[in-house]
T-cell receptor, first 113, second 116 residues
């Protein structure tokens, strides 16, 4: 009965590779997000989607491309990985009502060597 | 634009003593406010939320927070700390402008250490 699930949990790869992280939610929420948590634990929003439409696209490199095939899924593809991309990436979802909280996945720890 | 400031990067308490984690916010609209907890190498769990109902909000595990509009604060408290409370705590603000997909903005976090 997992609410927000992301795969993989760990991702170790070399510089220059392309990788994807998948996220699915079964809560019936309209809005999904990607957050990046750096080594100092700071959480920064990257993208948000509402009903498959891109709403927020923060200043992240073009190498990061989100894709939402339907409102229950939001995947993150990263091209030409760099050392600085190493972080924990969290997927989250919420209802589109403004008072609703975020429901987080367990995170994907990406390590670029 | 909204922002949130957690006033302490690290708080240390002894088991059984009160916990106070401080948070100030700024928001163009009437805000919704949340506290999340993250235990080491774990995901983020919602502790409590304020959404314009009662100003004193009770959450899980004995935590509560009080919304004070005049002070633009939303401090998190617990009467008696347990060892299991040791974790990272995040204060989060969301404006209630009504736009779908609005960002929730996180504070930089407060590390709570509990000693026996």
């Amino acid at each position: 009965d997992t609410a927000v699930s992301q795969t993989p949990k760990y991702l170790v790869t070399q510089m220059g590779n392309d990788k994807s992280i998948k996220c699915e939610q079964n809560l019936g929420h309209d809005t999904m997000y990607w957050y990046k948590q750096d080594s100092k634990k700071f959480l920064k929003i990257m993208f948000s989607y509402n009903n498959k439409e891109l709403i927020i696209n923060e200043t992240v490199p073009n190498r990061f491309s989100p894709k939402s095939p339907d409102k229950a899924h939001l995947n993150l593809h990263i091209n030409s990985l760099e050392l600085g991309d190493s972080a924990v990436y969290f997927c989250a979802s919420r209802e589109s009502t403004t008072a609703s909280p975020l429901h987080f996945g367990n995170g994907t720890r990406l390590t670029v060597t | 634009a909204q922002s949130v400031t957690q006033l302490d990067s690290h708080v240390s308490v002894s088991e059984g003593t009160p916990v106070l984690l401080r948070c100030n916010y700024s928001s163009s609209y009437s805000p919704s406010l949340f506290w999340y907890v993250q235990h080491p190498n774990k995901g983020l769990q919602l502790l409590l939320k304020y959404t314009s109902a009662a100003t004193l909000v009770k959450g899980i595990n004995g935590f509560e927070a009080e919304f004070k509009k005049s002070e633009t604060s939303f401090h998190l408290t617990k009467p008696s700390a347990h060892m299991s409370d040791a974790a990272e705590y995040f204060c989060v603000v969301s404006d209630r402008s009504g736009q779908a997909g609005t960002a929730l903005i996180f504070g930089k976090g407060t590390t709570l250490s509990v000693s026996s």
